[in-house]
Every structure is written in C-alpha cells, then in structure tokens.
C-alpha cells in the first residue's frame, strides 16, 4: 500500500461511453499527477495538479479531462475515447518543494481497454 | 530532446548480483530516481541520488556520475521476487520527472 488509491482497477468502454477515473492520496501530499504508461514506453505526463491548480497538460487530447476538487482527490473523465488511448493509467502524489525533485507514490493504476 | 536511455531487458540467477545502467540527457539536473513496478502493480519507489557517488540501501545500491550522465542500479543476492520491471527517472530543470521506458529483470532459479 502507497497511500494512494484508484478505482476502478479495470475498465472496457466503447469510443462512445463516457467514464471517469478516481484517485485518492492519504499522504498529505500537494500535488497530483495522471499518468500513461503504454506497454515499453516511457511514463507519459498527462497533468499535474499543484496546491490544486493544473500546472501542466502536455498537450494531451481533449478528450482527455481531469479535476482536482480537493487536495486529495483526483479525475480523470473520459469521452470519446480511441483505441489507441487503451493503456494503463497512473495517479501519482507527492509534496513539492522547492529546490528539489519531489518523490512521486503511485496508486496501482486502472488498465483500460478501448473497444 | 530529453532521453531517458536503459536496457529493455535483462536476465539474471537467483542469488547472483545485476547491474542494470540508465543514461540521461536532459535539460538541466535535479536528481535521479529508481523505482521497482511488479507486473500489474505501483512503481515503487527505491532510491534517489543528487550527488555523485553510491548510495547503499540493503540488498540495492544506486550510483550517480553527473559529468557523465549516468547512473546504476546494483541489485546483490537476488531473490525471485526481485523479477520485476525497474524505472529510471530523471528530474529536469523545471523538476519534471523524466522517465526511461523500464528494464525488465528477469529471475532464474
């Protein structure tokens, strides 16, 4: 257990569904990121929230869009998806501070298959 | 570009010791992470160097050379569960991670 959490664990949408993701951090951290991790590719940043604000997008599709009510909690809503978007994706959390590279805790990911 | 480069797979016996290396090109330096992900589960995390040299932490020891863009992961007295994916990540500039596509361990009897 890292203290963080995702749900569902395993999901199968068609490209017409819309479905969301959830991630929860017990860690106190300050900042949340949606991560994809496609079978032999690097960890793809997709958005990172800090003190709740989204500092990053890396120019990820729309149909792709995340909130971040709370410090804790973390979305990730999808609609019209593709399926190449089929991959595992992470939340990971973590306390920024300055001056240093922060160490990030991943929750076990949702494995999502596009039909 | 920024690169993360590590060898896709490895092999090793049980009990033995493996090195598994990670090259970096990146847009400036803010620390180097290794985690460890199981088939199907988190990336954990392992080690973090900032300064040159080797950090001993049980079993695994993590080794940092800044001039050369390089750092290792030394795994000794290998176990079973150690068959695992490893990931190398660099912090950039802006403190971004920079993550390499993994090297997956695998253990023999």
């Known amino acids: 257990e890292t203290g963080v959490t995702q749900t569902p664990r395993h999901l199968v949408m068609g490209m017409t569904n819309k479905k969301s993701l959830k991630c929860e951090q017990h860690?106190?951290?300050?900042?949340m990121y949606w991560y994809k991790q496609s079978a032999k590719k690097p960890l793809e940043l997709m958005f990172v929230?800090?003190?709740?604000?989204?500092?990053e997008n890396n120019s990820v599709p729309s149909r792709f869009s995340p909130e971040c009510p709370n410090s804790s909690h973390l979305f990730l809503h999808l609609h019209t998806l593709q399926p190449e978007d089929s991959a595992l994706y992470l939340c990971?959390?973590?306390?920024?501070?300055?001056?240093?590279?922060?160490?990030?805790?991943f929750g076990p990911g949702t494995r999502l298959t596009v039909l | 570009g920024q690169n993360i480069d590590q060898p896709t797979e490895m092999t090793a016996t049980e009990g033995a010791i493996v090195q598994i290396n990670c090259t970096y090109q990146?847009?400036?330096?803010?620390?180097l992470f290794w985690y460890q992900q199981h088939a199907g589960e988190a990336p954990t995390f392992l080690s973090y160097?900032?300064l040159d040299g080797l950090e001993e932490k049980g079993r695994f020891s993590s080794f940092l050379s800044r001039s050369k863009g390089y750092s290792y992961l030394l795994l000794k007295e290998l176990q079973m569960k150690d068959s695992a994916s490893y990931l190398c990540?660099?912090?950039?500039?802006?403190?971004?991670?920079?993550w390499g596509a993994g090297t997956k361990l695998i253990i023999k009897p």
């Open positions: 929230y800090n003190f709740k604000e989204q500092t």
């Open positions: 990971a959390s973590s306390q920024v501070e300055r001056g240093a590279s922060d160490t990030q805790y």
């Open positions: 860690l106190g951290h300050n900042a």
């Open positions: 990540a660099v912090g950039d500039s802006n403190y971004q991670l920079i």
């Open positions: 160097n900032v």
């Open positions: 990146t847009s400036g330096f803010n620390g």
